[in-house]
């Protein structure tokens, strides 16, 4: 099976790559290195069923041969970086889409848009069923990336219902684990950074507001499921087991053994105050749920930090 992954470089793009490979796949990585990191694409860049091309995926795209899956994975993902890239947000989630829909229905390939528990925006049904639509602020500074993503879901709809395209779609919600960016912004990176550096651990707000995080390899195992079970609805995929960023700060002090102390900093504007996906979808249609401890996932994810902290620090 040949396989098509947009933002390859990135953190769930390099390990999906990794993934695919192990299971005999033939992998075609696609990234412009806007977000992403050629070091993600170490454990793959020699292996001989892996091809590398650096390309923005806004414009045409040039695969030659065929292709059985496409995986549209390329999108800034982080606050921090849609905040500071907008109308590439914007773009990749608008023509990226487009242009990788136009692939997988030239090559009859099946098609999967790597969607975002953002679509929900500050929700007001909790925990968040695939049949919500969402509270989100179209203007806001969020808007790009959340109205990105729900044009996303559109497009796939619609390339599905008029071309036929067998499409999938799922609703990432927060997920970890090692390559993150030690100033990617999201709260884990930022916490154990802070947290192995000694730094004051910064909580946005009182700390109340709610997240839901998985451990990445349960992501990419649920991603291989849905490509070959499921339907062409939704489906979200995350942890159920909720916890308030302050937890989270105290967990990782606690797990990695720092003296850091926490400091309070104002609630950046519309941040969601809770995120908790409702997975029956997935339990029902793909026998999936996550299976690493949320606990297990942060020690390996900071050994991967400590290095990394240790290298910056050098």
């Not at 796939?156 to 100033?183: C, E, K, Q, W």
């Not at 003296?259 to 504007?269: D, K, T």
Request: aromatic share 8%; glycine share 8%.
């Amino acid at each position: 099976m040949r396989v098509l992954v947009t933002g390859a470089a990135g953190f769930i793009g390099s390990h999906l790559c990794e993934f695919l490979l192990a299971r005999d796949c033939d992998v075609v990585g696609m990234d412009n290195f806007i977000t992403g990191s050629a070091d993600n694409l170490t454990p793959v860049r020699r292996h001989p069923r892996f091809s590398f091309v650096r390309h923005d995926v806004t414009g045409y795209v040039p695969i030659a041969g065929p292709l059985d899956w496409v995986l549209h994975f390329a999108s800034p993902a982080s606050p921090r970086d849609y905040l500071e890239l907008p109308i590439q947000t914007l773009k990749v989630g608008a023509l990226g889409t487009h242009n990788a829909l136009g692939v997988a229905r030239a090559t009859r390939a099946r098609f999967l848009l790597a969607s975002t528990s953002e679509v929900y925006g500050d929700p007001l049904m909790h925990p968040q069923r695939e049949d919500y639509w969402g509270n989100v602020n179209p203007i806001g500074p969020r808007g790009v990336y959340d109205e990105a993503k729900r044009f996303a879901e559109a497009m796939t709809m619609a390339y599905h219902r008029t071309h036929g395209v067998d499409t999938r779609i799922v609703r990432i919600f927060n997920s970890f684990g090692p390559r993150m960016r030690l100033n990617d912004g999201r709260a884990i990176p930022a916490f154990m950074t802070q947290a192995l550096s000694g730094a004051p651990i910064t909580v946005f707000g009182d700390g109340s507001q709610t997240r839901s995080f998985q451990y990445i390899s349960d992501l990419v195992e649920g991603v291989w499921l849905l490509m070959q079970l499921g339907g062409n609805e939704p489906v979200n995929m995350g942890n159920p087991q909720e916890m308030t960023l302050l937890e989270l700060a105290k967990r990782i002090i606690r797990l990695s053994g720092s003296r850091s102390e926490i400091v309070f900093r104002p609630l950046p504007e519309d941040d969601p105050k809770v995120r908790q996906p409702d997975i029956t979808r997935a339990r029902t249609l793909l026998g999936w749920q996550p299976r690493v401890d949320t606990d297990e996932g942060l020690k390996l994810t900071l050994e991967w930090f400590r290095e990394r902290v240790k290298g910056v620090e050098a």
